[in-house]
């Protein structure tokens, strides 16, 4: 009965995680259009933050708790399902153009920020706290590099108007947080105990079911923006989504509680380093990524995720 229960919390979770960083990503974006920054801007920066907010949630909770296993777990195994299964899946719905400036600026960066964290795991085996202090730094550098870089570049029909005010935009920033809040905790605190329940790792755990649990804000947000013809901002998403989990979530994580990497999680950030190499690969040939591509993306996901589990 207490599974059953378990299984019903973690649900409800992931419910409050989505739904959370959905109303919290409107209030956002309102906020930038107010502003008026680009819709590519907006999917780097405030979407891709508040896509990651339930992955940034869920992390915090989980080293509060003790458990990096799960929080390095969901972090890797999230930007594996971007790259693969949201590009993917977009991808086969239709042909997706990339924007040069992602190619030549986000991409690159996204693979420096994997490598590093690869480089890091390799020679210490850990994140302490002055490589989280280093991490932060440099997503702080990312994120007003690329709005100082967009206020130069960007044209009139890269602006989007603002639907809400500010003080609705802002009241929606509140209650999307609390949503996320609540939500992580919920879907932390079930994961474990079925993980536990089922013999099955921490890591496993944050591989799979949590880290496409939080994933899915960036699934949807992508979809909908596709079906709106906004090609920059879905793969926008995506990169930040990955520089956002990668320098931002580990960094204020390992702030808090450095954290140990196991042997078998360094593998898996070589592989979403390959996996990041191979998307930038299918976006430079021909400044797009079409169905045949996406396809590839979305097999290689189902590969992967059918060795992490015979794997445990």
């Known amino acids: 009965m207490e599974i059953i229960i378990q299984i019903i919390l973690l649900l409800i979770g992931f419910v409050l995680l989505i739904k959370g960083a959905d109303i919290f990503v409107d209030g956002a974006s ?17 979407v891709a933050f508040g896509t990651s907010a339930p992955e940034a949630a869920v992390s915090i909770t989980s080293a509060l708790a003790g458990n990096s ?7 890797i195994g999230s930007n594996i399902f971007n790259i693969l299964a949201v590009i993917g899946i977009c991808a086969l719905i239709a042909n997706m153009s990339v924007d040069k400036i992602l190619i ?8 420096i920020s994997s490598l590093g964290l690869l480089l890091t795991a390799c020679l210490f085996r ?14 702080i550098v990312y994120v007003y590099y690329t709005v ?3 206020k130069n570049d960007q044209s009139s029909d890269d602006i989007v108007e603002a639907k809400l005010s500010v003080a609705k935009a802002i009241l929606f920033i509140v209650i999307g947080l609390i949503g996320v809040i609540i939500g992580s905790d919920l879907v932390v605190n079930s994961s474990s105990f079925i993980a536990s329940q089922f013999g099955l790792s921490d890591a496993l755990i ?8 939080t994933s899915l804000p960036e699934l949807v947000t992508s979809i909908t923006a596709l079906k709106k013809g906004k090609h920059g901002m879905v793969i926008g998403n995506v990169l930040g989504s990955c520089i956002f989990n990668i320098l931002f979530i580990t960094g204020i994580t390992s702030v808090i509680l450095p954290t140990h990497i196991e042997t078998k999680m360094i593998f898996d950030i070589f592989i979403m380093s390959l ?10 040939t021909k400044e797009e990524i079409d169905r045949k591509e996406g ?18």
Do not use: C, W
């Open 104 to 111: 030549k600026r986000d991409f690159p960066f996204t693979l």
């Open 30 to 46: 309102n906020i930038a259009y107010h502003f008026k920054i680009s819709t590519v801007v907006v999917g780097l920066t405030i």
């Open 295 to 312: 396809l590839v993306l979305v097999i290689l996901f189902i590969i992967y995720m059918v060795y992490i589990i015979i794997r445990n």
């Open 206 to 213: 944050g591989l799979t079911i949590v880290a496409i649990g």
């Open 148 to 150: 100082k870089q967009s």
């Open 275 to 284: 996996i990041i190499i191979l998307g930038s690969i299918f976006a430079t």
């Open 126 to 139: 850990e994140i302490n706290r002055l490589f989280g202090l280093i991490f932060l730094i440099l997503v």
């Open 69 to 75: 296993s799960l929080y390095m777990g969901n972090i």
